[in-house]
């Protein structure tokens, strides 16, 4: 995840091994030209032989596919290696900081609301059927969900970690251990298993067990 890299040119090498993954034919002048700069400059920034402005910031991370937050915090981190006097980089770590906090608040929101709906666990078991299809609409069809809960689901599951994109398809990661905060009285966790147990058997794609495995951080 974006927020657990603390270089903004991980997040560069990172993106690009995600589309050279995809693509064996992929390179490096390619994801220069998705970017809009020159091959050469992408070079010598993945090599650390030169940085980047913070203009120069801002308009590569708005052809990166980044939502807003996660475009400010390249741009942040961008600006805490390479502003130009040191008050400005420190200003810089500093809303760094904020960042990681917004991004815990955001897990776990997110856990709770994996806990607390059965469909979480049926995406997971979805994902792992041969002829499954990451499009909401099916997901959501299979599923007996609206395609707007469908879609939030599986972006909660990327962002904790228990799916991951492989261009676009959506691919088990293996895990499935939600670590949840210490404010999660068990009832919430009781009931989870409650509301899997009132589902209708043919809601159940597979015949694994679907269950949640919590750990206290």
Partial sequence: MIFEMTDYRDILHAELKKRCDANASYSLRAFAGKLKIPASTLSEV????AGLSLAKAKFISANLNLSDIEQDYFVTLVES???RSKRD???AKIRLLKFQNTRSKKLDVDTWKVIGNWYHAGILELSKVQNFQSE???IAKALGISP???RQACDRLVRLGILRLDGKNLKPTGLWLLKSPEEIPSDIIKQFHVTLLKKP???FI???SIGVTTARC
């Fill in 46 to 49: 993945l090599n650390r032989k």
């Fill in 81 to 83: 290696f390479h502003a």
């Fill in 89 to 91: 980089r420190e200003l």
């Fill in 136 to 138: 909401p609409r099916w």
């Fill in 148 to 150: 707007k809960e469908a």
């Fill in 201 to 203: 058997r043919k809601e």
């Fill in 206 to 208: 597979s015949k694994r």
